[in-house]
């Protein structure tokens, strides 16, 4: 059983774990390391720089020059990248090229709002996904478990951009007036406070979530269902709840579990999509305009708060599945 | 962080998580903002700041300022221009001296008095280079040493040549007054204070009560900033903004088939052109030029880009004074012209990039139905749209592509039309026209400086690098409960709030 093998007892095997984990972590860190060296160069590649977004058309090569040289843009990239990466390794992130304020600054209210949409998802999508996914299970090929994978097929099928903008119409703008359409969370209060504004973004991540992940239970718990112990218990005269809980249940999470911690990544991707959508002040919002004024202090801050953010779940992932991590 | 105790988090975790209904029931009535307070909702950016002398424009930054600043002049809604916090401005005979007197009684946000020692610091500040504000190519004309207080309320402002339209120029939006309070912090004298700001979120402000103008009829403002168009309408239409910056075209229909909300339809000095660089081949044939302005039908952009909101253009920069149109014939499609003139030019296989950002309505429908048409005339147009960083990288070297005109025409005869103009991105150079414009920016008297805008204008229709297909119009959205929003030349119309009462 899978989440047998974390508790392990035996010494030596526990050594070779925390090595692995170890080993695990520093293949994390360069990964890192490599991905804000991709960024950098990407951001060096794209065409137009900072100082041509904030100057805009009343540009002149004097008014550049002067901001590019005040922005320390005009010194060598190895130079600009090294600062930068002696400032992280320092645990200072710098500051926004546009506004000049510190990207810590910037960015700590929008990562908390992120978290807490994700969280908030994942808090929900699990257990309901769980739900959907033993119920279909179990009604296999009637009304219910055909309904679900129809639904799903479709909803999987869909960008979560256009579920949101259905929702929108829906409930917020449209059909029915129940619900913000949009999602203002004043700067420093935290989005638990402003319950109404997170409605519409969990619900488009959730509804995405627990179709995939949903679908990925109900044939964990087909497979667990028709397994050989299963039956046994059946022929032992164990009633259906009973089998569910003690047999079947512990077996199909060894599937799902791992699966689970890729829709927790993917989710943080869609909270991209999803915070533009609702204009909620999360990273992923941050991040499109960050690309867009070519402002990379907060481009890298972000895109490695993601990346460190996947490959931790990812590593997570490896651990409940396998036991032991495998290199990315 | 808040300091909301841990159990109540979870409650509102939890309600927010499995009582989607529920909430659902309760979250409509919470939707609007509370009494006395209007909310504003634009397109914001990380860019912005509450100083008023940042590289950047936009209209996020624009609608703070226009609360927390005022010009020495402003522009009024028909394009005249008033006086703001000077109250005359006289030149000397040369037109190189000019004494500007300030209103008296104007009070800064901190509570002190708003003196000539804030101006001199305002336009010296403006000026060095080491700011880098663009703006500041505007008063190129005023010598930074040769800002003088004369008294508390007297500036004089020697020039470094000749300015006629110098009570035009300080009208710009761009040219607003500061004040600068004991610790150094910026401060203005609108008709709002700052209370908070967080870019690209939100800004608060409350009304100042020593304002020297009219009052907004509403003791607070919240200006919530939001990345894109859509989100806008939404916000509006769920009740939760109670006024649109702008909206798109094609959201007016569905917005004024909506009981709760009004829309508001304004003449605008602002709009797109698709312009060309005059200096290089093809374009720098008079004949290729014409056939390209030929083959616009205008009616269809007005009917189809614009959803009817728009007049008729003429390939001038006009709508931006108010001063007459010039009487010239409307410029009409006529495709066998076109084909003839690039016959002649040898141009019948014209192969063109059209390039834009698209970030103004109606830029993308525009340039895709300019390409439907030039198709008429045998010219294959190819529209390609950029992000802003790099639609701006090329900025000043594409040979054609969607521009935005959008200030008065004294400032835009000198930034998009002298040779060393900042905007003149179609290399536009006439000395005509120069010597014209510098004669018509040299002479005080309005009427006069009318008759030559109008000759301006003209040189352009028949020889610039601009196609000008429409004059759209700007349609602002608000909620029923708001009164008094007026009709403006210069977009100011949701965000100039004298007067204005709400009602909720």
């Known amino acids: 059983m899978a989440v047998e093998l974390l508790a392990a007892p035996a010494p030596s095997r526990s050594t070779r774990r925390a090595r692995a984990v170890a080993l695990a972590v520093a293949q994390g860190v360069g990964t890192l390391l490599v991905v804000s060296l991709l960024i950098f160069l990407v951001t060096q590649a794209m065409p137009g720089d900072v100082a041509r977004v904030v100057l805009g058309t009343r540009a002149t090569p004097e008014t550049l020059a002067t901001l590019r040289e005040q922005l320390g843009l005009d010194r ?59 119920v279909a299970a179990q009604r296999r090929d009637r009304a219910f478990d055909q309904g679900f994978l129809g639904t799903s097929i ?14 929108i119409a829906l409930l917020g703008t449209t059909v029915f007036h129940l619900l913000p359409p949009v999602s203002f969370i004043p700067p420093g209060d935290s989005p638990l406070a402003h319950p109404e504004a997170m409605v519409l973004p969990v619900l488009t991540l959730v509804v995405s979530g627990v179709m995939y992940l949903g679908r990925l239970v109900r044939i964990a718990f087909i497979d667990a269902m028709s397994s050989e112990y299963v039956q046994t218990a059946r022929l032992k005269g164990l009633g259906t709840p009973r089998i569910l809980a003690r047999h079947a249940l512990p077996n199909a999470l060894g599937p799902v579990i791992p699966a ?35 402002d990379l202090p907060v481009i890298q801050a972000i895109v490695l708060l993601i990346a460190a953010t996947y490959y931790v779940l990812n590593l997570v992932a490896d651990l409940l599945a396998g036991g032991e991590p495998q290199g990315r | 962080m808040s300091r909301i105790p841990l159990r109540r988090r979870l409650a509102a975790a939890l309600i927010s998580a499995g009582l989607l209904a529920a909430v659902a029931g309760c979250a409509a ?73 300030l209103r008296e009684g104007v009070k800064l946000h901190d509570g002190s008095d708003f003196t000539s020692e804030d101006v001199v610091e305002s336009v ?25 207080a004369v008294d508390d309320t007297t ?38 204070d700052l209370e908070s700001f967080t870019p690209g979120q939100e800004a608060r402000l409350v009304r100042f009560d020593d304002y020297w103008g009219e009052q907004p009829g509403f003791e607070r403002l919240r200006i919530q900033f939001f990345q894109d168009q859509p989100a806008i309408t939404n916000a509006l239409r769920g009740g939760q903004i109670d006024v649109a910056y702008s909206v798109p075209f094609t959201d007016v229909p569905a917005l004024e088939a909506d009981p709760n909300l009004k829309t508001l339809v304004s003449e605008s000095g602002s709009y797109l052109t698709m312009s060309m660089r005059v200096d290089q081949a093809p374009f720098d044939d008079p004949r290729v030029q014409e056939a390209l302005k030929l ?54 296989d014209l192969q063109l990039d059209l390039v834009t950002d698209g970030v103004f309505p109606g830029m993308m429908e525009t340039a895709q139905l300019y390409a439907q048409q030039a198709a008429g005339a045998g010219i294959t147009v190819t529209v390609k749209k950029l992000d802003t960083a790099t639609f ?113």
């Open chain 2, 124 to 148: 010296r500040f403006m000026l060095d280079p080491e700011h880098v504000y663009p703006a500041a190519a505007q008063i190129d004309f005023v010598d930074p040493d040769g800002v003088v």
């Open chain 2, 295 to 348: 083959v616009v039908d205008r009616q269809q952009i007005i009917d189809n880009a614009f959803g009817g909101y728009a007049s008729l253009g003429n390939d001038f920069l006009g709508n931006n004074t108010d001063c007459p149109a010039p009487d010239v014939p409307q410029r009409a499609q006529d495709l066998e012209r076109a084909k003839q003139l690039l016959a002649e030019a040898g141009q019948q």
């Open chain 1, 154 to 167: 479709v909803v999987n099928a869909t960008p979560e951009f256009v579920t949101g903008t259905v929702l």
């Open chain 2, 392 to 504: 701006l990288n090329g900025w000043g070297d594409w040979p054609f592509f969607i521009g935005y005109s959008g200030s008065p025409y004294v400032i835009t005869a000198a930034t998009h039309f002298l040779p060393d103009g900042v905007e003149n991105a179609t290399h536009f150079d006439d000395p005509a026209y120069t010597e014209l414009a510098l004669q018509m920016m040299g002479t005080v008297d309005h009427a006069e400086q009318c008759g030559m805008i109008t000759r301006l204008q003209e040189i352009e229709r028949d020889g610039g690098g601009n196609i000008v297909p429409a004059y759209p119009q700007s349609v602002v959205a608000y909620r029923a409960g708001v009164e008094g929003l007026h009709a403006d030349l210069y977009g100011r119309t949701s965000i100039d709030y004298r007067g204005v009462t709400i009602e909720k």
């Open chain 2, 155 to 192: 500036v004089e402002f020697h020039l470094l040549r000749p300015a006629g339209t110098f009570a035009e120029t300080w009208a710009s939006r761009d040219l607003l007054m500061r004040g600068l309070d004991e610790s150094g912090e910026v401060t203005g004298t609108g008709p709002f």
């Open chain 1, 76 to 134: 060598p990239i190895w130079e600009q990248y090294g600062t930068w990466l002696w400032g992280v390794l320092r645990g200072d992130f710098g500051t926004s090229l546009v506004n000049g304020m510190p990207v810590s600054e910037l960015l700590a209210g929008r990562i908390r709002n992120s978290l807490t949409l994700s969280v908030v998802a994942m808090l929900i999508m699990l257990p309901i996904s769980l739900l959907v996914g033993i």
């Open chain 2, 29 to 101: 009535t919470d939707a609007g903002a509370s009494g006395d307070e209007l909310v504003l909702g634009v397109v914001g950016n990380n860019k912005d700041e509450i100083q008023p002398y940042t590289a950047t424009s936009s209209a996020s930054a624009d609608s703070l300022r226009q609360q927390l600043y005022d010009g020495l002049t402003a522009y009024d809604a028909d394009g005249g221009v008033e006086m703001r916090l000077a109250e005359s401005m006289t030149p000397n005979d040369a037109l190189d001296v000019w004494t500007v007197k």
């Open chain 1, 260 to 294: 689970a911690s890729l829709v927790a990544a993917y989710t943080v991707g869609g909270v991209v999509v999803v915070e533009y959508l609702f204009a909620f002040p999360g990273i992923g919002a941050a991040l499109v305009e960050a690309v867009n004024n070519r």
